[in-house]
Protein backbone atom coordinates (compact mmCIF):
# COMPACT_ATOMS: atom_id res chain seq x y z
CA UNK A 1 0.00 0.00 0.00
CA UNK A 2 1.34 3.73 -0.72
CA UNK A 3 2.08 5.78 2.22
CA UNK A 4 1.28 8.89 3.08
CA UNK A 5 1.05 11.20 6.05
CA UNK A 6 1.40 14.30 7.82
CA UNK A 7 4.25 15.66 9.28
CA UNK A 8 3.58 18.75 12.34
CA UNK A 9 3.93 19.50 15.87
CA UNK A 10 1.77 19.49 17.60
CA UNK A 11 -0.21 17.07 14.75
CA UNK A 12 -2.99 15.21 17.53
CA UNK A 13 -6.17 17.04 16.05
CA UNK A 14 -5.39 17.00 12.55
CA UNK A 15 -8.20 16.42 10.00
CA UNK A 16 -5.83 15.20 7.28
CA UNK A 17 -5.79 11.89 7.47
CA UNK A 18 -9.63 11.49 7.83
CA UNK A 19 -9.85 13.89 4.86
CA UNK A 20 -7.20 11.91 2.91
CA UNK A 21 -9.61 8.58 4.13
CA UNK A 22 -12.43 9.93 2.47
CA UNK A 23 -10.86 11.00 -0.40
CA UNK A 24 -9.63 7.30 -1.49
CA UNK A 25 -12.65 5.70 -0.49
CA UNK A 26 -14.11 8.46 -2.84
CA UNK A 27 -11.93 7.79 -5.74
CA UNK A 28 -11.07 4.28 -5.23
CA UNK A 29 -7.69 4.76 -4.66
CA UNK A 30 -5.86 2.47 -2.40
CA UNK A 31 -3.37 4.36 0.24
CA UNK A 32 -2.62 4.50 3.80
CA UNK A 33 -2.13 8.19 5.20
CA UNK A 34 -1.60 8.54 8.99
CA UNK A 35 -0.73 12.00 11.23
CA UNK A 36 3.47 11.85 12.55
CA UNK A 37 4.49 14.32 15.21
CA UNK A 38 7.92 15.01 14.52
CA UNK A 39 10.48 16.48 16.67
CA UNK A 40 10.99 20.19 16.69
CA UNK A 41 14.48 19.48 15.19
CA UNK A 42 14.64 16.83 13.19
CA UNK A 43 12.00 17.18 10.60
CA UNK A 44 14.90 15.92 7.75
CA UNK A 45 14.87 12.50 9.58
CA UNK A 46 11.29 12.15 10.30
CA UNK A 47 10.52 12.46 6.03
CA UNK A 48 13.90 10.21 5.54
CA UNK A 49 12.35 7.30 7.67
CA UNK A 50 9.61 7.75 6.34
CA UNK A 51 10.80 7.34 2.82
CA UNK A 52 12.27 4.05 3.85
CA UNK A 53 9.68 2.81 5.21
CA UNK A 54 7.19 3.19 1.57
CA UNK A 55 6.24 6.60 2.38
CA UNK A 56 5.45 8.30 -1.64
CA UNK A 57 4.53 11.72 -0.41
CA UNK A 58 3.54 14.31 3.10
CA UNK A 59 1.45 17.24 3.93
CA UNK A 60 3.80 19.08 6.25
CA UNK A 61 1.98 21.50 8.62
CA UNK A 62 2.85 24.34 11.32
CA UNK A 63 5.99 24.56 11.85
CA UNK A 64 7.64 22.95 9.63
CA UNK A 65 6.23 24.25 6.35
CA UNK A 66 9.98 26.76 5.92
CA UNK A 67 12.13 23.80 6.75
CA UNK A 68 9.97 21.39 4.44
CA UNK A 69 10.84 24.15 1.47
CA UNK A 70 14.76 24.21 2.42
CA UNK A 71 14.91 20.16 2.18
CA UNK A 72 13.33 19.73 -1.05
CA UNK A 73 15.68 18.99 -4.46
CA UNK A 74 12.88 20.50 -6.65
CA UNK A 75 10.34 23.10 -6.21
CA UNK A 76 7.57 24.33 -7.61
CA UNK A 77 7.40 27.48 -9.02
CA UNK A 78 4.22 28.39 -6.76
CA UNK A 79 6.38 26.76 -3.52
CA UNK A 80 9.62 29.44 -4.76
CA UNK A 81 7.60 31.81 -4.35
CA UNK A 82 5.90 31.43 -1.13
CA UNK A 83 8.99 30.33 0.71
CA UNK A 84 7.17 27.09 2.20
CA UNK A 85 5.99 23.88 1.39
CA UNK A 86 2.96 21.97 2.15
CA UNK A 87 3.35 18.57 -0.52
CA UNK A 88 6.27 16.86 -0.83
CA UNK A 89 6.05 14.55 -3.57
CA UNK A 90 8.65 11.18 -3.74
CA UNK A 91 9.53 10.99 -7.18
CA UNK A 92 10.34 7.89 -8.68
CA UNK A 93 14.29 8.89 -8.92
CA UNK A 94 13.79 9.28 -5.16
CA UNK A 95 14.56 13.26 -5.19
CA UNK A 96 11.64 15.11 -3.02
CA UNK A 97 9.72 17.50 -4.93
CA UNK A 98 8.01 20.57 -2.65
CA UNK A 99 4.76 22.01 -3.45
CA UNK A 100 2.56 24.37 -1.27
CA UNK A 101 -1.30 24.30 -2.54
CA UNK A 102 -2.74 26.11 0.14
CA UNK A 103 -3.29 29.01 -2.21
CA UNK A 104 -5.31 26.95 -4.81
CA UNK A 105 -7.21 25.77 -2.03
CA UNK A 106 -8.22 29.08 -1.10
CA UNK A 107 -8.62 29.82 -4.37
CA UNK A 108 -10.85 26.78 -5.19
CA UNK A 109 -13.42 27.24 -2.03
CA UNK A 110 -13.51 31.28 -3.15
CA UNK A 111 -14.70 29.79 -6.62
CA UNK A 112 -16.97 26.76 -5.20
CA UNK A 113 -19.00 29.56 -3.34
CA UNK A 114 -19.34 31.75 -6.41
CA UNK A 115 -16.99 34.96 -5.38
CA UNK A 116 -15.55 36.30 -8.21
CA UNK A 117 -11.79 37.39 -7.86
CA UNK A 118 -11.24 38.78 -11.39
CA UNK A 119 -11.53 42.60 -11.33
CA UNK A 120 -12.26 42.07 -7.80
CA UNK A 121 -10.46 44.87 -5.00
CA UNK A 122 -9.11 42.42 -2.54
CA UNK A 123 -8.00 43.30 1.35
CA UNK A 124 -5.65 40.61 2.13
CA UNK A 125 -5.48 40.92 6.68
CA UNK A 126 -2.28 39.72 7.85
CA UNK A 127 1.59 39.15 6.38
CA UNK A 128 3.59 35.82 7.59
CA UNK A 129 3.42 32.79 6.24
CA UNK A 130 -0.21 31.72 5.85
CA UNK A 131 -0.91 35.23 3.27
CA UNK A 132 2.44 34.79 1.52
CA UNK A 133 1.63 31.21 0.75
CA UNK A 134 -1.60 32.31 -1.23
CA UNK A 135 -0.72 35.76 -2.82
CA UNK A 136 0.33 34.40 -6.62
CA UNK A 137 -3.08 32.05 -6.61
CA UNK A 138 -5.10 34.95 -5.54
CA UNK A 139 -3.20 37.63 -8.16
CA UNK A 140 -3.49 34.75 -10.89
CA UNK A 141 -7.01 35.70 -10.98
CA UNK A 142 -6.51 38.96 -12.37
CA UNK A 143 -7.61 41.04 -9.34
CA UNK A 144 -8.24 44.61 -9.98
CA UNK A 145 -6.36 45.33 -6.93
CA UNK A 146 -4.82 43.88 -3.91
CA UNK A 147 -4.16 45.70 -0.94
CA UNK A 148 -2.05 43.90 2.02
CA UNK A 149 -2.42 45.01 5.43
CA UNK A 150 -0.89 44.25 8.55
CA UNK A 151 -0.21 45.19 12.13
CA UNK A 152 3.51 45.24 11.31
CA UNK A 153 3.34 47.67 8.10
CA UNK A 154 7.07 47.03 7.06
CA UNK A 155 5.91 43.24 6.62
CA UNK A 156 3.51 43.75 4.50
CA UNK A 157 5.24 46.32 2.50
CA UNK A 158 7.94 44.08 1.77
CA UNK A 159 5.20 41.34 0.99
CA UNK A 160 3.85 43.53 -1.81
CA UNK A 161 7.16 44.08 -3.37
CA UNK A 162 7.86 41.10 -3.54
CA UNK A 163 5.03 40.13 -5.17
CA UNK A 164 4.71 43.14 -7.59
CA UNK A 165 5.25 41.40 -10.79
CA UNK A 166 2.58 39.66 -10.64
CA UNK A 167 -0.15 42.69 -10.17
CA UNK A 168 -1.73 45.47 -8.93
CA UNK A 169 -0.42 44.49 -5.13
CA UNK A 170 0.04 47.41 -2.26
CA UNK A 171 0.94 47.00 1.29
CA UNK A 172 0.59 48.77 4.46
CA UNK A 173 -0.47 48.83 8.13
CA UNK A 174 -3.96 48.54 9.19
CA UNK A 175 -4.21 52.63 9.10
CA UNK A 176 -3.51 52.40 5.46
CA UNK A 177 -6.87 50.53 4.62
CA UNK A 178 -9.17 52.21 2.43
CA UNK A 179 -12.18 50.55 0.94
CA UNK A 180 -14.35 49.26 -0.14
CA UNK A 181 -13.47 46.22 -1.06
CA UNK A 182 -14.93 43.10 -2.85
CA UNK A 183 -13.57 40.12 -1.08
CA UNK A 184 -11.87 40.35 2.17
CA UNK A 185 -9.51 37.77 3.39
CA UNK A 186 -8.64 37.22 7.13
CA UNK A 187 -5.00 35.81 7.34
CA UNK A 188 -3.78 36.48 10.89
CA UNK A 189 -3.87 34.91 13.52
CA UNK A 190 -5.55 37.58 15.42
CA UNK A 191 -8.71 35.36 15.78
CA UNK A 192 -7.01 32.43 17.45
CA UNK A 193 -6.72 35.02 20.48
CA UNK A 194 -10.17 36.51 19.91
CA UNK A 195 -8.69 39.80 18.28
CA UNK A 196 -9.63 41.78 16.12
CA UNK A 197 -7.72 44.17 13.50
CA UNK A 198 -8.96 47.62 13.60
CA UNK A 199 -10.93 48.09 10.71
CA UNK A 200 -12.89 50.74 9.54
CA UNK A 201 -16.50 50.18 9.59
CA UNK A 202 -17.17 51.06 5.32
CA UNK A 203 -14.67 48.30 4.51
CA UNK A 204 -17.49 46.48 2.50
CA UNK A 205 -18.81 46.52 -0.68
CA UNK A 206 -22.27 45.67 -1.41
CA UNK A 207 -22.49 42.48 -1.77
CA UNK A 208 -18.71 41.56 -0.38
CA UNK A 209 -17.59 38.75 0.79
CA UNK A 210 -15.41 37.96 3.95
CA UNK A 211 -13.34 35.18 4.67
CA UNK A 212 -11.45 33.80 7.30
CA UNK A 213 -8.63 31.55 6.84
CA UNK A 214 -9.11 30.18 10.15
CA UNK A 215 -12.61 28.04 11.13
CA UNK A 216 -14.41 26.32 14.30
CA UNK A 217 -17.04 25.18 15.28
CA UNK A 218 -18.47 29.10 16.02
CA UNK A 219 -17.73 31.88 13.52
CA UNK A 220 -14.61 33.67 14.25
CA UNK A 221 -14.44 37.12 16.03
CA UNK A 222 -13.60 38.79 12.15
CA UNK A 223 -16.68 36.63 10.79
CA UNK A 224 -19.05 38.00 13.11
CA UNK A 225 -17.61 41.72 12.91
CA UNK A 226 -18.01 41.25 9.12
CA UNK A 227 -21.95 39.78 9.14
CA UNK A 228 -22.97 42.59 10.90
CA UNK A 229 -22.00 44.96 8.02
CA UNK A 230 -23.51 42.58 5.60
CA UNK A 231 -20.36 40.75 3.96
CA UNK A 232 -21.19 37.02 3.12
CA UNK A 233 -19.13 35.17 5.09
CA UNK A 234 -16.83 32.17 4.69
CA UNK A 235 -14.46 30.36 7.10
CA UNK A 236 -11.49 28.56 6.33
CA UNK A 237 -12.59 24.44 6.57
CA UNK A 238 -12.84 24.72 2.74
CA UNK A 239 -9.47 25.78 2.34
CA UNK A 240 -8.33 22.93 4.13
CA UNK A 241 -9.93 20.45 2.58
CA UNK A 242 -9.62 22.01 -0.78
CA UNK A 243 -5.81 21.88 -0.68
CA UNK A 244 -6.06 18.50 0.76
CA UNK A 245 -7.74 18.04 -2.69
CA UNK A 246 -5.29 19.37 -4.44
CA UNK A 247 -2.22 16.90 -2.48
CA UNK A 248 -4.41 14.40 -3.35
CA UNK A 249 -4.67 15.22 -7.02
CA UNK A 250 -0.59 15.96 -7.42
CA UNK A 251 -0.18 12.32 -5.32
CA UNK A 252 -2.34 9.98 -7.40
CA UNK A 253 -3.41 12.22 -10.33
CA UNK A 254 -6.98 12.05 -9.76
CA UNK A 255 -9.10 14.90 -8.64
CA UNK A 256 -11.18 14.13 -5.49
CA UNK A 257 -14.72 15.94 -5.14
CA UNK A 258 -14.67 18.68 -2.03
CA UNK A 259 -18.19 18.94 -0.81
CA UNK A 260 -19.37 15.96 -0.08
CA UNK A 261 -16.14 15.64 2.46
CA UNK A 262 -16.73 19.75 3.86
CA UNK A 263 -20.21 18.45 4.58
CA UNK A 264 -19.49 15.97 6.79
CA UNK A 265 -16.54 18.03 8.44
CA UNK A 266 -19.08 20.82 9.30
CA UNK A 267 -21.45 18.23 10.83
CA UNK A 268 -18.75 16.93 12.66
CA UNK A 269 -17.20 20.38 13.93
P1 LIG B 1 1.23 32.28 9.91
O1 LIG B 1 2.15 31.19 9.44
O2 LIG B 1 -0.07 31.80 10.49
O3 LIG B 1 1.03 33.33 8.89
P2 LIG B 1 2.96 34.12 11.26
O4 LIG B 1 3.96 34.09 10.14
O5 LIG B 1 3.45 34.15 12.67
O6 LIG B 1 1.97 32.90 11.19
O7 LIG B 1 2.01 35.39 11.01
C1 LIG B 1 0.98 35.74 11.88
C2 LIG B 1 0.24 36.93 11.31
O8 LIG B 1 -0.86 37.28 12.19
C3 LIG B 1 1.08 38.17 11.20
O9 LIG B 1 0.63 38.94 10.10
C4 LIG B 1 0.79 38.88 12.52
O10 LIG B 1 1.03 40.28 12.50
P3 LIG B 1 2.54 40.85 12.75
O11 LIG B 1 3.28 40.61 11.48
O12 LIG B 1 2.35 42.29 13.02
O13 LIG B 1 3.08 40.07 13.90
C5 LIG B 1 -0.67 38.62 12.64
N1 LIG B 1 -1.21 38.72 14.01
C6 LIG B 1 -1.03 37.85 15.04
N2 LIG B 1 -1.69 38.23 16.13
C7 LIG B 1 -2.32 39.40 15.82
C8 LIG B 1 -3.17 40.32 16.52
N3 LIG B 1 -3.52 40.08 17.79
N4 LIG B 1 -3.65 41.39 15.84
C9 LIG B 1 -3.30 41.61 14.56
N5 LIG B 1 -2.49 40.80 13.84
C10 LIG B 1 -2.01 39.71 14.46
Given at each position: TDRYCVFGHPIGHSKSPAIHAAFAEQTGETLEYTAIEVPLDDFAGA?????????????????FKETAYRLCDALTPRAERAGAVNTLILEADGRTRGDTTDGAGLVGDLK???????????????AGGAVRGVLEPLLAEAPARLHIANRTADKADGLAADFADLGRVSGGGFESVEGPFDVVINGTSAS???????????????????????YG???TVFLRWAAERDAATIDGLGMLVGQAAESFCLWRGV???????LGALRRAL
Open positions: WRRFVEAGGRGANVTVPRRGVTLSGARILVLGLGGDLPPLPNDLFAPGATAYDMMAEPRPDVDPV
